[in-house]
């Protein structure tokens, strides 16, 4: 079974500055990797995605991620953050009919 | 992009009713739906995968009974919780992928379950 692994349960950074959350995970397989953004009680909202092709993945509000196969990691960026950009980020991992979250990093900015 | 819709957005029970809660795909088709779980803080917990036409496959844990998931129509998913007790009391989260598709699900806005 893949699994997908959020080091970083919080992340404090100040605004605009640069932030990188991580993300790994498991698979043996192709993957498609995702990452969303939860707003306080809100759903998910989908940043961006992997499926095949570049491995440089640019999304919505700024925010890119690299893929990165030998390191099986999908990091994501934004080169400098705002305060509205205060929210929980999860990535996640497509296997077969599912989808596999990690546990979330919560991206905290400071004014 | 696409739509799901989530209903209620909130909602506040008494311990022993049941509560239904419905999730909607606006504009596309959606053979597959999937029922998560949120704890405060915390990440989302699979519950069950909804699949149009057939029966629902639960994760592991998941009381199928407690829980029951009916997906009738191609655009439609229910949620019921049964006998709701305190500790129901969570963020329920849908999600639905397009049909034919193995990529990125779309997610309603989420139900607070309140059990009092």
């Known amino acids: 079974a893949q699994s997908v692994t959020q080091l970083d349960s919080q992340v404090p950074v100040f605004e605009e500055a640069p932030v990188e959350l991580r993300c790994n995970y498991s698979s043996s397989v192709s993957v498609y990797l995702f990452w969303y953004v939860q707003y306080p009680n809100q759903g998910l909202q989908l940043l961006l995605k992997y499926l095949s092709g570049s491995t440089l993945v640019k999304g919505i509000n700024g925010f890119e991620a690299e893929f990165n196969k030998s390191q099986t990691s999908f990091h994501l960026r934004k080169p400098s953050v705002h305060i509205s950009d205060t929210a929980e980020y999860f990535c996640?991992?497509?296997?077969?009919?599912?989808?596999?979250f990690g546990k979330g990093t919560r991206l905290h900015i400071l004014p | 992009g696409a739509v799901v819709s989530q209903h209620p957005s909130r909602v506040i029970c008494k311990s022993g009713t049941s509560v239904k809660i419905e999730c909607r795909s606006l504009d596309f088709q959606a053979t597959t739906m999937f029922w998560y779980r949120q704890f405060p803080k915390q990440s989302l917990m699979l519950m069950a995968t909804?699949?149009?036409?057939?029966?629902?496959?639960?994760e592991q844990g998941v009381e199928k009974d407690k829980f029951l998931i009916n997906h009738a129509s191609l655009t439609l998913s229910t949620l019921t919780v049964t006998s709701a007790h305190p500790e129901d009391s969570s963020f329920y989260i849908c999600?639905?992928?397009?049909?034919?598709?193995?990529?990125?699900?779309?997610f309603g806005q989420g139900t607070r379950l309140t059990v009092v």
């Open positions: 909804s699949n149009e036409g057939s029966k629902a496959t639960y």
């Open positions: 999600s639905a992928r397009v049909t034919g598709t193995n990529t990125e699900a779309f």
């Open positions: 996640a991992v497509s296997e077969h009919d599912k989808i596999i």
